[in-house]
Each structure stands twice: as C-alpha cells, then as structure tokens.
C-alpha cells in the first residue's frame, strides 16, 4: 500500500514552453502533498506544500508564478513549470501523506 | 549552520560489513527522525523513522537518535551489495503533514 505515482517520468521541451508534472496517491487519500526539486549528486529541495483545496505554501525562493501548483483532489497534485528555461531541469519529485510522507519515482525535466 | 547536516560520502565497505551512517541537526524542535534511500534516478523510499530519543530495530537497520546531543544514525548490518544507495536522514517537526528537512546524503556502495 501507499503507492504515490508520478506522470510523466521524463519529459523534454523547448525553452519557454510550460510542462505539467502529475502526482496521484493511488491507494490512500492524502490532504497535504509536498514538491521537491532535485539537483544532480545534491539533495531534495523542498519547494512547496499543497494542501487540497487550498493554495500552495512555497518555501521562500521559489516564484510561485513560475511553479503553478494543482491540488484539486485528495489523490492529485499537478506542478505546471511555466516558461521553462534550461535551468529548470531538474528532478522533481512529489510526496504524499499518508502516517508519513510517500514518494513517487520522480519527474526527471530536460529544458533545451 | 545548516539544520540538518550529513557527511556525503561516498562510503564503500565490503559485503557482511556493519554500516553506520549519521546526521546531525541544530533544530531542537525536531521530534520525528525518518531515514530514507534513495536509488539513483528514483524517489526516496521510506526506510523506518523513529520519535524522540532512543533505538529502533527493523531487521538488519537500526535507527538511533540521541536528541541530547542532536545526533542520528543508522546502522546497517550485514551489508548487501543491494543496500548500495544514497541514504538520506529526514528529521522533522510533527506528523506527516508537517515539511522534512533533508540531509544532503551519503552515498554508500557495498563490494561484493
């Protein structure tokens, strides 16, 4: 149980396009979903917390005009990247909770 | 000083060694100690956690948190060329709704 899923595992875009990032609870309901950012060889970054039906909390440095995120029901959480530029690559991953925080596999993003 | 901090590594021993692997943190407020892994390319899989002071035993981990000395560990018995992996303490404030803040990591890789 507690299987927290990410859509898409890997995406490609052009700079300045925006890329949507999904991420279900897929066994559990979860109230409050968090979104990290991770950059090679360093650790997980948190950059916001959603709570469902509510608006985003983002960790201070993170633009929330660039980061939209979705937490429209209690097993969704989107992440839109809007205007992506190069340095946005990074993997992302999301968290769900649950008695503790469930990870997905993570989104791995590659702007050109 | 960072809240949480973890010596990165990387950390090699030989299969059957006894790992041990530890954190320090400056957040007094901190009651939950999670330890998470991480395979390369993947999100953090729980590994166990433990609240406030004291050991905990799951198999061949053992989680143990001094919050005296603000210092966790985790020890790994037997080691398994599958335990290698990049190992991440996750302390934090309250329950699962409540954000974690990561260790950087420490990469571990164990011979066969």
């Known amino acids: 149980g507690a299987v927290v899923s990410q859509h898409p595992s890997w995406v490609i875009c052009k700079s300045g396009t925006s890329v949507k990032i999904e991420c279900r609870s897929l066994d559990f309901q979860a109230t409050t979903m968090f979104w990290y950012r991770q950059f090679p060889k360093q650790s997980l970054m948190l950059m916001a917390t959603s709570n469902e039906g509510s608006k985003a909390t983002y960790e201070q440095g993170v633009e929330k005009d660039k980061f939209l995120i979705n937490h429209a029901s209690l097993t969704l959480s989107t992440l839109t990247v809007t205007s992506a530029h190069p340095e946005d690559s990074s993997f992302y991953i999301c968290?769900?909770?649950?008695?503790?925080?469930?990870f997905g596999p993570g989104t791995r993003l590659t702007v050109l | 000083q960072k809240e949480v901090e973890q010596d990165p590594g990387p950390l090699s021993v030989p299969e059957g060694a006894i790992v041990s692997l530890n954190c320090t943190y400056s957040n007094s407020a901190f009651q939950y100690f999670m330890w998470y892994r991480q395979y390369s390319r993947k999100g953090p899989e729980l590994l166990m956690y433990t609240y406030s002071s004291g050991n905990k035993e799951d198999g061949r981990f053992t989680a143990q948190v001094d919050k005296s000395s603000k210092y966790i560990s985790l020890f790994i018995r037997d080691s398994q060329p599958s335990d290698s992996a990049t190992y991440l303490c996750?302390?934090?404030?309250?329950?699962?709704?409540?954000?974690?803040?990561f260790g950087k990591g420490t990469l571990l890789t164990v011979n066969p």
């Open positions: 968290s769900a909770t649950f008695d503790t925080q469930y």
């Open positions: 996750a302390p934090t404030r309250g329950g699962s709704n409540y954000k974690l803040t």
